[in-house]
């Protein structure tokens, strides 16, 4: 990355480092998925079990929804209106 280059490109690159996209490092992410999908079946198997009330359920969904939404919003390859 040279100082020569547009300030897009200098961008560019730097989330490619940061984000570990050249191909080193893919082996942390797939880990990573694995033991969050893990964590998420056994989640999802003992809320199945233990919820028994519609209530629970619509807390539940809106838990979910909201940590969604905070992934969306704090995700490194979001591409939102960047003002510099």
Known sequence: MGYD???EIQQEEA???FRC???EGRT???IYDFIALAIAIVG?????ET???WSQ?????AIIFTLI???IALSPSRRGSEQH
């Open 5 to 7: 280059d547009p300030v």
């Open 15 to 17: 989330r490619q480092e």
């Open 21 to 23: 996209r050249s191909g």
């Open 28 to 30: 942390g992410y797939a």
């Open 44 to 48: 999802g198997a003992i809320a199945f």
């Open 51 to 53: 919820i028994d009330n």
């Open 57 to 61: 359920w619509v807390v539940l969904a």
């Open 69 to 71: 939404g905070f992934m």
